[in-house]
């Protein structure tokens, strides 16, 4: 088993930053893709950013510029800068990792989210 848990979360002016981290523990030594979603009140979760075990990225057009998305792979550790937030980046925020079986097979696991909230 994996589990998440993600920090960093709070409130924050428009224009402000600030830094979220999610740690994998447990049966950690297998994951590959790692990421970030946000789910605002009455709106589905969507994909906020996301980051290969090798590097490679992926970011939602509406944060694009303003969020980097990074990994310390011995640390199992992903992170997500949030600079120049806006109030419609008010969302409760998930950690997510992708879990590789022997088998070939893969699962997600899911952190408890984090509350961040931009006020105007």
């Known amino acids: 088993q994996v589990q998440l848990a993600e920090s960093g979360g709070g409130s924050v002016q428009g224009g402000g930053s600030l830094r979220l981290s999610c740690a994998a523990s447990g049966s950690s030594s297998n994951i590959n893709t790692m990421g970030w979603y946000r789910q605002a009140p009455g709106k589905q979760r969507e994909l906020v950013a996301s980051?290969?075990?090798?590097?490679?990225?992926k970011y939602a057009d509406s944060v694009k510029g303003r969020f980097t998305i990074s990994r310390d792979n011995a640390k199992n550790t992903v992170y997500l800068q949030m600079n120049s937030l806006k109030p419609e980046d008010t969302a409760v925020y998930f950690c997510?990792?992708?879990?590789?079986?022997?088998?070939?097979?893969?699962?997600w696991g899911w952190g408890p989210g984090t509350q961040v909230t931009v006020s105007s």
């Open positions: 980051i290969t075990s090798g590097g490679g990225t």
């Open positions: 997510n990792a992708e879990v590789l079986v022997w088998d070939g097979t893969s699962w």
